[in-house]
Structures are given as C-alpha cells and as structure tokens.
C-alpha cells in the first residue's frame, strides 16, 4: 500500500485504539517491559517520539518482541527521520507539523504517516495531497475542543489525533468531537512510573484509558 492508502487504512484502526501512548525513551532496556504494560492495558499503537538516542533501538526491541505492539515513530522531522523509523520497525509515523521536503519524500514511503497541523490552510495542505488522518497539534494550545468542532463543518473528510495538552481530565471531551478518532498522549507513562519499572500502574493507566467512552 501507498503511504496515501495506509494513512487511509489506519483510520478504523485507531477508531478502536482511541489512545496512543507518546513514549519518550531514555533507556531502551525499559522498552520491552513498558511495550508490554500498555497492550497489556488495551493500547497497542505506540507512538515512541525520535528525541532520545535510545529511540530507534526501543523500537527496534518492541517490534521484534512484543506480540500485539505496533511501533509508530514521533517526532519525525527530516526525510532522514522517516527512513531510520521505518527500517527499525515503524509501521506509522507522525510529525508535529509538515514541510514540502516532507511531502515530497512521503510519496515514497510504504508506512501510514499523519503530519501535525494546528490551522485550516495547513489541514488543507494535507487534504490536497491525499491525506484524511492527521495530528492535530499542540491540541490544547491551538484552540482544543472548540477549535476541533469549528474544523468539523468546513472540512468534513479530514479526521484528527489531537495530541499535546490531552489527558484524563479532558479525554472524554476531544474523543467526543465528530472529527476525532483517536488521542495521542504521554499522561498514560509517567517518567516516575518508568524509573519506578512500576509497570502495573502504567497498565492501570492504560486500562483506565482506553475503556474511557
Ligand atoms: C508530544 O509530541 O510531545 C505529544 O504531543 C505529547 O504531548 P503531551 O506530553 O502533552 O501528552
């Protein structure tokens, strides 16, 4: 498939995810473990951001070893970004905004990408190259809820993940937006729970996220 078809196809998948972990690893040795407690807790799209130099193996490890887990990479900045993410086992890749280097490299990719985008022009780019699913970022920065619902009317075949700012006080309310599918977010791994390897408060996390609506 086209990366224009997997962004496409990931569309009914995270309709039933609701969640995506955004994992920011330090220490690819917890990778495993924390892969584990969030599918354990029903989340099994990971999105593990491209900040740290343990990124690409915690990838690497989860793809190969965690039944149920499928990799994303975050924070994909470069052309370069997506080709590290997909050769360590990304099946999705997501941006927090978009640029025509990016655009022009995506043709070429074989995995679902969803660019960030915070304005209607910036929606429409994305629209205009074939994309229907994208992130909707910094989410509670950007306008949050209301800003999503004033979105809905004018482009009603473009769907979101708002990420940045979403967590368990106002979940509820952005996965009720029509044009929501999914929510990305770092709320369900805390750093202390991690440094903790207090992994059943990370499932209880999960758990409690993805059973919300
Ligand atoms: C990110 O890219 O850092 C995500 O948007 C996570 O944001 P959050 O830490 O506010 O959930």
Same mark, same amino acid.
């Given at each position: ?8 196809? &990931?569309?009914?998948? &995270? ?11 330090? $220490? ?41 887990? =499928?990799?994303?990479?975050? /924070? ?48 429409? /780019? ?8 994208? #992130? =909707? =970022? ?21 769907? =979101?993940?708002? /990420? ?27 750093? #202390?729970?991690?440094?903790?390897? $207090? ?15």
């Amino acid at each position: 498939m086209t990366q224009v078809e997997q962004n496409k196809a &990931l569309i009914p998948i &995270l309709k039933r995810v609701r969640v995506v972990p955004v994992l920011t690893i330090s $220490d690819a040795a917890t990778a495993v473990p924390l892969a584990r407690a969030l599918v354990a807790g029903g989340l099994t799209h990971l999105e593990i951001t491209l900040r740290t130099p343990a990124a690409r193996d915690s990838m690497r490890r989860i793809a190969a070893e965690v039944q149920g887990a =499928f990799v994303g990479a975050g /924070t994909v900045l470069t052309p370069q970004h997506a080709d590290d993410a997909m050769a360590a086992g990304a099946t999705f890749l997501v941006s927090p905004g978009a640029t025509a280097e990016l655009y022009a490299a995506s043709k070429n990719w074989r995995a679902a990408w969803l660019p960030g985008v915070a304005t209607a022009s910036e929606a429409m /780019t994305a629209q205009a190259h074939g994309l229907r699913l994208l #992130k =909707f =970022f910094p989410a509670e920065a950007s306008g949050g809820v209301p800003a999503l619902k004033s979105l809905a009317a004018p482009l009603a075949d473009i769907v =979101f993940c708002p /990420t940045g700012g979403v967590g368990p006080g106002n979940l509820a309310s952005y996965l009720a937006c029509p044009n929501v599918i999914c929510v990305g977010g770092s709320w369900v791994a805390p750093d #202390k729970a991690i440094a903790a390897a $207090d992994w059943s408060e990370i499932t209880r996390l999960a758990k409690a996220a993805s059973t919300t609506l």
